[in-house]
């Protein structure tokens, strides 16, 4: 007999050993997704170096040793604001996720196996 239902009704209407095959998936597909990301991020470090000015590095080399120092300063302190956002912003979008996958988990969909209570 074949279920007329179609959509996320359909997956969510799977016994406990396909959700734990899927879940399993799902945590391959991240790591694969993580190798793949820190491949790219070491593929364009290269390219980043070549963003820099001649002349803004000709400038810096003429500084004094105290200059440089100053201008490493004022680089880490420029980096530390849009460095700290994103932190904050992707730490409350994997909160939300979380949260929102615990109140998913929660709701049960009566099927054949799970009958009304």
Known sequence: MK??????????????????????ARQAGHGRAWILLILLVLMCAGHATAQSCAMCYSTAAATAKEGQRAI?????????????????????AFRYGRKRDGEHSLSVVPTRETPYR
Not at 3 to 24: D, I, V, W, Y
Request: net charge positive.
């Open 3 to 24: 279920s007329s239902m179609k959509g996320p009704m359909k997956s969510s209407m799977k016994g406990p050993a396909q959700t734990a095959q899927l879940s399993r």
């Open 72 to 92: 490493d300063k004022a680089v880490i302190v420029l980096l530390l604001p849009p460095l700290s956002i994103m932190t904050v912003g992707i730490g409350m």
